[in-house]
């Protein structure tokens, strides 16, 4: 194979790999904007939650309580994955690309060659575990009527428990444990790398639990902002985002903690 031939391979497999990335993140976009199965869009929804909060009860007769069937269990939980994977996905791109990219190398000097698509599975597989465990919390703060129709916390000590343990966790070891292999996707590579089929998706899962573990407690806000509520859903993306590529992202998670933390304490303390 000329340099030349295998230049235009390697360009071919990027923009295959880019492509696809961008599509599956478009279509998880769209289906969160159009509600995600909810019966209203994300901007209807996003109107209710907040008239909840400002006009009280109101706002939140205006949906009725749902009806916990097997069925609305599974809408819901692909309305959490999905909304993971368009949260999640851009800031995944990086390691996902240098993945490809290290793979490719593999097969031009004669290694077995794996597609990427196998790594970013058990990436997806990971926070389709995290959203099989929202959906069992969801169906538990409804039922104690912590969480209102509209997906919304009712209640004021709810909201300031999830703040302070979010601000928290912030801070932690563990969290910054996890965010630091999220920010190194060549470290995380070159102690992580498994060959073969079986490797390649579990270093994604690995990926995957690492992106989890520094994010759970981020994603677990959106009990208290709104789970279809699009500030707090592109709010919650972009800082993630935020937190994984910029240089300083590790103290933006430190300062995020003291803040919501603070927060939380004053919330409870109006409680009071």
Known sequence: ??????????????????????????????????????????????????????????????MTAATWTPGYAVLMFFMWWIMMLAMMLPSAAPMILLFATLNRKQRETGRPYVATSIFALGYLAAWACFSLVAVILQWGFERTGLLSPTLVGTNVIFGGVL????????????????????RSPLAFLGTHWRRGARGALRMGLDHGAYCVGCC????????????????????????????????AGHWLGYATGVALSVWGVATLALAF
């Open 216 to 247: 759970w407690f981020l994603m677990g806000l959106l009990f208290f902002g709104g789970v279809m509520n699009l500030y707090w859903i592109v709010g919650l993306a972009l800082f993630v985002l935020f937190e994984k590529i910029v240089p």
């Open 163 to 182: 703040l302070v343990a979010a601000g928290s966790y912030q801070l932690t070891p563990i969290k910054h444990a996890c965010l630091r292999r999220c």
């Open 1 to 62: 194979m000329t340099d030349a031939t295998l230049e235009a391979v390697v360009r071919r497999d990027r923009l295959v790999v880019v492509t696809a990335l961008a599509a599956v993140i478009a279509l998880s976009w769209a289906y969160v904007l159009a509600g995600a199965g909810m019966g209203m869009s994300a901007f209807e929804m996003t109107r209710v939650s907040q008239l909840g909060v400002t006009e009280g009860m109101a706002g939140m007769a205006m």
